[in-house]
C-alpha cells in the first residue's frame, strides 16, 4: 500500500497508506479520522440526516454497505440494516453469510426480505421471464424494497454504500450521454418526496481504496466476490478511464463529481422537479408510480409465473448488454 519509509502527514509514525489525492501518507489512526471527517463532512454538506434520525443501511456484503454501516454506528447515529435476498445462487447464500454474521457479531439489528420466500421469484429466473438484462429486474426489486421497508418501518432516511468511485462513474457516463434526466437526480441525497423516502450516499467522499482501507483497519470480513451475472461492464470501463486520469493528475476524480454536485446540479434543480411531477399510486401495492400498476408488481407476476431459472444459465450472459 505504502513505501516502507514513508510517515503520517499528521503525526510522524509509519504510514499504512499513501493517498495521493491528499498528497499524503497517513497512519491507521489518521486515515480512520480521515474516513470519519469525509463522512461527516458529507452528511453536513448535503443536510443527509440529524442526530436523532433513524437511518435504514440496505447492506449487500460488500466492503461499502459494511463500511458506511459501521461508520455510521462508531460515530453515535441510530442506524439499523436491510438485506435483500436475491437468489443468485451461491453469492447471494454467501451475501446472506457475511451480512447476517457483521449484524450478530455487532449486535446490530438486520431486516431481511428474500425475493423467493416472500414474492415466489428471483433475481435469474426475472431475468429469463423479462428477457432484459439481470440488472434490470434486480434495480426495480431493490430499489422498491429500500423503499417500501423504509416507509413501512417509519425510518427517516435510506442510505447505501455508493462511494466516489461509483459516483463518478455514472457521471461520466450521464455526461457522455447528456443524459440530463439521470444528470438532474444523481445528487447525494434525495428529498422525501411522492411517497418516496429520503435518500441518501454519505460515502460519495471517500473512494473505494479508502472505504476498502476502513474495512480492513477496522476487522470487517466482507465478500469481495462481485455479482456473477452483472452487467457492470460500462461502469467498470468508466472506473477505469477515471483512474488513468486520476493517476496522472491526482484530485481530479474528486473534482470531476464534488464539483458537478455543487456547480451543475443547482443549475439543473428545475429538471428534477419536472421528472419527478405528481404521481399517482399503484393500485396493487399503494407504491408511487406513473402508470396503473408499478415496475415492480408487474415484475411480481411475470416472475414469479416462470419456472424457477438457475443462476447457472444465465451466467453465459454475463459481459453482453
Ligand atoms: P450495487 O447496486 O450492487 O452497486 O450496490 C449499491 C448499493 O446498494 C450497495 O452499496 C448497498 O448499499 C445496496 N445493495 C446492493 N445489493 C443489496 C442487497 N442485496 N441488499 C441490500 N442492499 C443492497
Ligand atoms: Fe443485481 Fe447482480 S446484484 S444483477
Ligand atoms: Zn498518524
Ligand atoms: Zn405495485
Same mark, same amino acid.
Given at each position: 500500500?505504502v513505501a516502507a519509509a514513508s510517515k503520517c502527514r499528521s503525526c ?36 443527509? #440526516? ?29 442506524a439499523d440494516g436491510l438485506y435483500v435476498g436475491l437468489g443468485i ?5 454467501e451475501s446472506t453469510r457475511y451480512v447476517t454474521a457483521f449484524a ?27 428477457? *432484459? ?26 442510505? !447505501? ?49 479508502? !472505504? ?5 483497519? *477496522? ?37 470531476? #463529481? ?64
Amino acid at each position: 500500500m505504502v513505501a516502507a519509509a514513508s510517515k503520517c502527514r499528521s503525526c510522524g509514525k509509519p504510514a499504512v497508506i499513501d493517498l495521493p489525492r491528499h498528497n499524503a501518507n497517513f497512519c491507521a489512526e489518521h486515515l480512520k479520522q480521515l474516513c470519519r471527517r469525509q463522512l461527516e463532512k458529507a452528511i453536513d454538506d448535503y443536510n443527509m #440526516f440529524d442526530p436523532g434520525d433513524r437511518i435504514l443501511v440496505a447492506v449487500s456484503g460488500g466492503k461499502d454497505s459494511f463500511a458506511v454501516w459501521d461508520m455510521l454506528i462508531d460515530a453515535g447515529y441510530a442506524a439499523d440494516g436491510l438485506y435483500v435476498g436475491l437468489g443468485i445462487g451461491d453469492y447471494s447464500d454467501e451475501s446472506t453469510r457475511y451480512v447476517t454474521a457483521f449484524a450478530e457479531e455487532r449486535k446490530l439489528r438486520l431486516r431481511t426480505v428474500d425475493l423467493r420466500d416472500e414474492y415466489g421469484y428471483d433475481i435469474p429466473t426475472a431475468a429469463r421471464a423479462t428477457k *432484459r438484462v439481470p440488472c434490470s429486474a434486480c434495480g426495480i426489486s431493490k430499489r422498491h424494497l429500500f423503499d417500501k421497508a423504509a416507509v413501512d418501518g417509519g425510518y427517516d432516511v435510506v442510505v !447505501t454504500g455508493h462511494n466516489l468511485d461509483d459516483e463518478a462513474a455514472v457521471l461520466l457516463g450521464n455526461v457522455l450521454h447528456w443524459d440530463i434526466e439521470y444528470l438532474a437526480r444523481q445528487l447525494p441525497v434525495l428529498p422525501a418526496a411522492n411517497g418516496f423516502p429520503k435518500k441518501a450516499k454519505p460515502l460519495v467522499r471517500l473512494t473505494e481504496r479508502e !472505504t476498502a482501507a476502513w474495512c480492513l483497519l *477496522r476487522g470487517i470480513d466482507y465478500l469481495v466476490e462481485e455479482c456473477p451475472i452483472a452487467t457492470g461492464n460500462r461502469h467498470l470501463h468508466h472506473k477505469g478511464v477515471l483512474n488513468s486520469i486520476e493517476q496522472e493528475s491526482p484530485s481530479t476524480k474528486a473534482a470531476f #463529481f464534488l464539483n458537478f454536485i455543487d456547480n451543475m446540479a443547482p443549475l439543473l434543480a428545475d429538471q428534477t422537479a419536472a421528472a419527478s411531477g405528481d404521481l399517482g399510486r399503484c393500485a396493487r401495492c399503494g407504491a408511487p408510480t406513473t402508470g396503473e400498476t408499478c415496475a415492480f408488481c408487474r415484475l411480481v407476476d411475470n416472475a414469479s409465473a416462470h419456472e424457477p431459472v438457475p443462476v447457472e444459465l444465465v451466467l453465459g450472459k454475463r459481459g453482453r448488454r
